[in-house]
């Protein structure tokens, strides 16, 4: 079993930086892609940027250039980066670790970028 927690989530203003975090823990050995998603309100859950095993990343054209996904496999923690926020980046973010063939998700975590 694993366990998924996010942090870092806040009020920002349009322009500016937030750091988000997801660790992982329990049976953390065999993480493969820890992926990031958003779900604004009315709206369906959106991916915005994942990091496979290999450090490999892949990004929401809505974000590149703007979001750096990273992750410390030391830590089984994954980060999202995001400068130059939008008030359009308003969402819940939540993380999906991908541990074997078993996904687990975290509870989110609230950005809210004010113009």
């Known amino acids: 079993q694993v366990q998924v927690v996010e942090s870092g989530g806040g009020l920002v203003q349009a322009g500016g930086s937030l750091r988000l975090s997801c660790a992982a823990s329990?049976?953390?050995?065999?993480?493969?892609?820890m992926v990031w998603y958003r779900q604004a309100p009315g709206k369906q859950r959106e991916w915005v940027a994942s990091?496979?095993?290999?450090?490999?990343?892949n990004y929401a054209d809505s974000v590149k250039g703007r979001f750096t996904i990273s992750r410390d496999n030391a830590k089984s923690t994954v980060y999202l980066q995001m400068n130059s926020l939008k008030p359009e980046d308003t969402a819940v973010y939540y993380c999906?670790?991908?541990?074997?063939?078993?996904?687990?998700w975290g509870q989110g975590t609230q950005v809210t970028v004010s113009s």
């Open positions: 999906r670790v991908v541990v074997g063939s078993n996904s687990y």
């Open positions: 990091i496979n095993a290999e450090g490999i990343t």
């Open positions: 329990g049976s953390t050995f065999a993480i493969n892609a």
